[in-house]
């Protein structure tokens, strides 16, 4: 009786143990997330706890998902030759007098998106769209414009600072290659702290990634 016994409970161990393994690493990533959160949301104190409504809610703002940014990187952006003149001096006012683009000119400065982490420009409407804007622009020298550079929620507020420069820069930099005069652009970053869709999903954030225009026509 005795060495059946210890036969089952030795069939029970090795069985799940097969069936454990895979999951081990999953485990183990998922308890060092929680340390790594320093325990907030295993004692209800996280701000972010709520409803799951839909299956891309379980996709939170994992950290380890982003590639540390480097000083390289934006090297070449700065390699382009920077304005003369800052907002708010001379011709060109401040910021807060750049506007929008509205009715037909709308289409010329549409939003531009980017991939989870990156900083370059990917699809083809909008590498187009640069080629059209660019055209505008060397037509119309007295535009002035402001490249917003906008990231998703996930990650910390100084990665995405960093990164929205960066893609800002990016696209300042197809536009002079382009042959837009450098004095026309100016950029700026808002990390995450300015969202175009209010939602925790994929689809929101790939909406957040993302870069704007504001305007100011000149005399």
């Not at 143990?17 to 907030?40: F, H, I, P």
């Not at 920077?82 to 400065?109: C, D, H, N, Y």
Request: proline content about 5%; aromatic content about 10%.
């Amino acid at each position: 009786m005795k060495k059946t016994l210890f036969a089952l409970a030795l069939c029970f161990i090795i069985t799940s143990c097969q069936n454990s393994s895979g999951a081990v690493w999953e485990d183990t990533k998922t308890a060092s997330r929680y340390l790594q959160r320093k325990g907030k949301a295993l004692f209800g104190k996280t701000s972010e706890s709520r409803m799951v409504a839909e299956g891309d809610d379980f996709y939170g703002p994992i950290e380890e998902e982003f590639i540390p940014l480097k000083d390289e990187d934006l090297k070449a952006h700065l390699a382009v030759p920077q304005p003369k003149t800052s907002p708010g001096e001379g011709r060109v006012p401040g910021i807060e007098m750049f506007v929008k683009p509205a009715g037909e000119i709308a289409a010329l400065f549409r939003t531009m998106h980017f991939n989870t982490d990156e900083h370059i420009l990917r699809e083809e409407k909008d590498l187009q769209g640069i080629k059209r804007l660019a055209s505008h622009l060397k037509k119309h020298p007295n535009i002035y414009i402001f490249v917003e550079g906008h990231c998703d929620e996930r990650a910390s507020e100084a990665y995405n600072l960093a990164l929205g420069t960066r893609r800002s820069n990016y696209v300042r930099e197809q536009l002079v290659k382009a042959g837009v005069s450098p004095n026309q652009i100016f950029t700026t970053s808002y990390g995450k702290e300015h969202p175009a869709d209010m939602g925790h999903t994929r689809a929101a954030w790939k909406q957040n990634r993302r870069a704007e225009f504001k305007l100011f026509e000149g005399k």
